[in-house]
């Protein structure tokens, strides 16, 4: 592409794309995010590919982002030269991805769902050729069996509103031109013809908040950046992810890099930065691929680099890889590790704004948060506060995880309730069982029950019950996941992951997972339920950053709503979930057993005794709980309670 | 500190291609540059090799005994060799709730070895991580970059079998 000197130009560019792309409209994509990849979506492609080529049929075919890593064997030029017939192309991941490998065919809109290699022929032949829906294909509503053939009729989108992810799933990410095409970078250029002080009045209308788990309204935090003093200032985006269980920002980096690029060159202006980095986790080696294809991309044509768009205006962008430290997350750690030290963080006053990278003001958003910047440059205030409820305007993104039917990526209005994300558009609990609670916000968030499905999902409402929206991890837990055993899983995650500065959270998560271990090691006494809440406070008020703030913050809440299920535990030594393994008791059924002796034999710790062809017992001291003796049993006669 | 040993300075003289271009590609003494040699070291040899760290040192001008807190206090470095294949074992709340741990047990009583470890031969090494950023497949396990996704502790042993069938 040649470089692109002026809004004027660049106005110009997406028109004379749209007018090419129009004519293009029939495409086949290929869904190669990383679930559908697992489930061979890239031999899917090549088949396709294949039997285009072999049959001869006008038909291009290309893949929904490319997660080998680099060398495909896509063309943009040529495939955006086809004027008729199909194009099979690449994008981001789609969201739906526990329905993959996916295959979309546009402009029908039909989404076809556990494809297979052998089912490609059938495809061209059926619905390329002839225009035929392939019914074993479509998408069949688990809960009432019925089968849905458009993608946005698919209940899973029905009820979500895609604006930050909009491109994610639609367009390739690797292509300038293609996010040109759907108005990318016109927001920036809304930008350059305001002042920077009209910008952030913008931001701070829209009533965006930092989608990185604080909420802290981005326009006051781009204000204080620009009246800080210094000649030299940064924007940093925050791609670290560290919460176990989420992968929004991840998605929007690989599905749509431009985008990212684009809110933070929007940030530079305002706030008269010229320089910027993205930090990305280290797990995350396609999103650093794509930043890196899309950075070089924009600097050829001038929207990256010096003078952009025949502007003042300069900025340069440069990848940060993480090293694997979920304390990275952590604004000022994060600056520290950039400058290539221990990620440790460090107390605030002074805030990044005023002293940080380099002792420099600095801007630092999440990726959701950059996300959304062009929208509201592009479409004003008003049209991204449309939605949501008032203090928290806009979407969110939600990875929609654990036992829940529809698996995958989501953005819904901010305030939307728990309810319809668990039951509309996750599809429920499958197998019928029971619904138990929502782990929010990951290790630094709380727990959602029963009572809080109609609870509007929002920064403050969430505040009101102990829990907090995070980067927006929703992990959703049935009757068969022992909340207990849930809130150690994430003490045992803070407890490693405590950068080890500040006492009270290096040492008090530590006694606080050893309490842990020993109530669901079946040693734990009411006492130590007490104990727990008194450490949980007093590592609270006691740390330094937001990860020994928030660490108790598990066990606190599972503790305020299921203290049932804890006292149990302690008291009973029984585990309702029946996870906790140390709490299992084996009991043979005295009508079943036929005194064969197998399960005797087979006790590791000689636990069992009876004489042959009569009823034997279990001695629960000496038993270990293996379960060999279940293993065992030709009767079913042993059974756990 | 930050004295070569003879070790160090037989790897200097053998270095070979890819680290002298990898140290030429940052300036004597740029402090920042510490995570990205580190993590481009870790890509040539898989883990750190001591000599490499004091050669780093000399060459950023960092005490020998930064670099190593540097490398401790990630998680991605590994100060020891791995194995042909590096298995990671999801240990994220996706994957946790939905049967993570007993994955991790299958593979740990299948290779004889705990997380962390390496296998005799030298064929895998076992480790967990935090999140491998594909909840919605879970339990995840990678090997050698290669995605498995919604397991049950019974297919570790088919997957295993593929890897070995390779050699
Ligand atoms: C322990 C810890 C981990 C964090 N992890 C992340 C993270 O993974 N991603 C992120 O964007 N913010 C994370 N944050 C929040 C950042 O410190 C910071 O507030 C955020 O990047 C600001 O961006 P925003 O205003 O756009 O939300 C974390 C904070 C703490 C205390
Ligand atoms: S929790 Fe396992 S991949 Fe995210």
Not at chain 1, 129 to 144: C, S
Not at chain 1, 439 to 457: A, K, N, R, V, Y
Request: aromatic share 6%; proline share 4%.
């Amino acid at each position: 592409m040649e470089r692109i000197n002026s809004v004027y130009e660049l106005n110009q560019l997406r028109d004379k794309l749209k007018e090419e792309f129009t004519k293009n409209k029939q495409r086949v994509l290929v869904c190669a995010g990383t679930g559908c990849v697992a489930g061979g979506s890239l031999d899917i492609y090549a088949e396709f590919k294949r039997l285009i080529k072999e049959n001869g049929l006008n038909i291009d075919c290309e893949l929904e982002e490319d997660s080998c890593g680099g060398d495909h064997d896509h063309n943009h030029d040529q495939a955006h030269k086809h004027e008729t017939g199909y194009k099979v192309a690449k994008s981001g991941c789609h969201g739906f991805c526990a329905q993959g490998p996916l295959v979309r065919i546009e402009p029908d809109d039909i989404l076809y769902t556990h494809v297979k290699l052998g089912d490609v022929e059938e495809i061209i032949r059926e619905t390329l050729v002839k225009g035929n829906i392939i019914e074993r294909l479509i998408y069949t509503n688990p809960m009432t069996g019925e089968k849905v053939a458009k993608e946005h009729e698919i209940p899973f989108y029905k009820k979500q509103l895609r604006r930050a992810l909009k491109n994610c799933g639609a367009i390739d990410p690797e292509s300038l031109e293609e996010y040109i095409v759907n108005d990318g970078y016109h927001g920036l250029a809304n930008a350059l013809i305001k002042t920077p002080q009209e910008v952030i009045d913008e931001v701070l209308a829209s009533g965006l908040r930092g989608r990185g788990g604080g909420g802290f309204p981005t326009g006051k935090k781009w204000q204080f950046t620009r009246i800080a003093e210094g000649d030299k200032k940064f924007i940093i985006c925050n791609g670290d992810e560290g919460d176990p269980g989420a992968f929004m920002d991840r998605s929007v980096m690989e599905g749509d890099p431009h985008r990212v690029i684009e809110g933070m060159a929007i940030a530079g202006y305002a706030v008269g930065a010229d320089e910027g980095y993205i930090y990305v986790r280290a797990e995350y080696p396609m999103a650093v691929h794509r930043l890196k294809i899309a950075i070089k991309e924009a600097e050829e044509v001038g929207i990256l680099g010096d003078n952009i768009l025949g502007t003042e205006f300069s900025f340069r962008l440069h990848i940060k890889e993480g090293a694997g430290a979920f304390v990275c997350g952590e604004e000022t750690a994060l600056i520290a590790s950039i400058e290539g030290k221990r990620g440790m963080p460090v107390p605030k006053p002074p805030f990044p704004a005023n002293k940080g990278l380099w002792g420099c003001p600095t801007v630092i958003n999440n990726v959701e948060t950059f996300a959304n910047v062009p929208i509201i440059l592009d479409k004003g205030a008003d049209y991204f506060k449309s939605v949501g409820v008032p203090n928290s305007p806009g979407t969110k993104t939600f990875a929609l995880t654990g036992q829940v039917a529809n698996t995958g990526l989501i953005e819904v209005p901010m305030g939307t309730t728990l309810r319809e994300i668990v039951y509309e558009i996750g599809g429920g609990i499958p197998g019928n069982r029971e619904y138990k609670a929502v782990q929010i916000g990951g290790p630094s968030g709380g727990c959602l029950t029963e009572d809080h499905l109609d609870i509007q999902l929002d920064f403050d409402s969430l505040k009101s019950v102990g829990a907090m929206i995070g980067s927006g991890g929703l992990v959703v837990m049935d009757e068969k996941t022992c909340i207990v055993e849930v809130a150690r899983f994430f003490m045992h995650f803070t407890q490693n992951e405590s950068c080890g500065k500040c006492v009270l959270c290096r040492e008090g998560t530590k006694r606080m997972l050893e309490i842990l271990q020993r109530i669901v090691d079946g040693d734990g006494q009411v006492e130590d339920l007490d104990l727990l809440v008194e450490l949980g406070e007093t590592i609270k008020d006691g740390s330094l950053c937001g990860l020994g703030k928030t660490a108790p913050n598990p066990v606190l809440t599972t503790l305020k709503y299921f203290r049932d299920e804890y006292m149990h535990h302690v008291e009973n030594k029984i585990c309702d979930a029946k996870v906790c393994s140390a709490l299992k008791v084996y009991h043979i059924d005295p009508e079943k057993c036929k005194g064969c002796t197998r399960c005797a034999r087979n006790c590791p710790v000689g636990a069992i005794s009876g004489k042959v062809k009569q009823v034997h017992s279990i001695d629960v001291l000496k038993c270990i709980k293996c379960g060999a003796c279940v293993t065992a049993c030709a009767f079913d006669a042993i059974e756990e309670v | 500190m930050g004295k070569l040993c003879n070790c160090s300075r037989d790897l200097l003289a053998n270095q070979d291609r890819e680290i002298q271009k990898l140290f030429r590609s940052y300036s004597p003494g740029e402090k920042e540059a510490l995570i990205p040699i580190l993590q481009e070291t870790q890509g040539i040899y898989g883990y750190l090799p001591k000599p490499i760290l004091y050669i780093t040192s000399e060459y950023l001008k960092i005490p020998v005994g930064k670099i190593y807190g540097v490398a401790t206090f990630y998680n991605q470095f590994r100060l020891q060799p791995v194995g042909k294949y590096l298995v990671q074992v999801c240990a994220g709340t996706a994957c946790h709730v939905r049967g993570g741990d007993l994955v991790l047990q299958a593979l740990e009583s299948e290779l004889g070895i705990k997380s962390g470890q390496t296998t005799q031969d030298g064929l895998y090494t076992l480790s967990t991580v935090a999140c491998l950023g594909a909840c919605s497949m879970a339990p995840v396990v990678t090997v050698g970059g290669d995605f498995h996704g919604r397991l049950q502790p019974k297919d570790i042993v088919k997957i295993l079998r593929e890897y070995e069938i390779k050699e």
